[in-house]
């Protein structure tokens, strides 16, 4: 019979770790092998640490210590990533919701002579309205 229990102890944890490695997979924290890159989708993370938190629910008091410890300490981990991870979401949310602000523009010594008042005195236009050189055609801004 200490077959069979060592048998449902060892396929119940590989169970708690194959959906713990979902969630973590789900959270962005493993590339997803089927995409080649990382993904996050808390909705599917959140479902499948709700399914480990009812299996915790409907195990409690058959478990073993060993077994016990896993679910709680794997939960813990679980649910502390996806709240960090949909902070780190939020965040990043807000930073591309802003408006990129105007880069300021550098302040003229109060002495300085303004481009205008140089206009004025030399007669020449702006850089920007003067007549361009042929082989100077491309504007690479």
Do not use: C, W
């Amino acid at each position: 019979m200490t077959e069979n229990n060592d048998m449902n102890k060892y396929l119940f944890i590989n169970l708690a770790t194959m959906l713990s490695m979902s969630v973590m997979q789900q959270l962005g924290k493993l590339v997803n092998p089927a995409a080649g890159k990382a993904e996050i989708n808390l909705d599917a993370a959140q479902a499948t640490i709700d399914t480990l938190d009812m299996l915790a629910a409907k195990t409690k008091g058959n478990l073993d210590k060993d077994e016990e410890r896993i679910m709680q300490e794997t939960l813990a981990m679980l649910k502390m990533n996806f709240v960090e991870t949909k902070e780190m979401q939020k965040a990043e949310g807000r930073r591309q919701n802003k408006k990129p602000r105007e880069p300021a523009k550098p302040e003229e010594p109060e002495n300085a002579p303004s481009e205008h008042s140089a206009q004025q005195k030399t007669g020449t236009k702006p850089s920007s309205e003067q007549p361009k050189d042929a082989k100077f055609h491309k504007s690479y801004t």
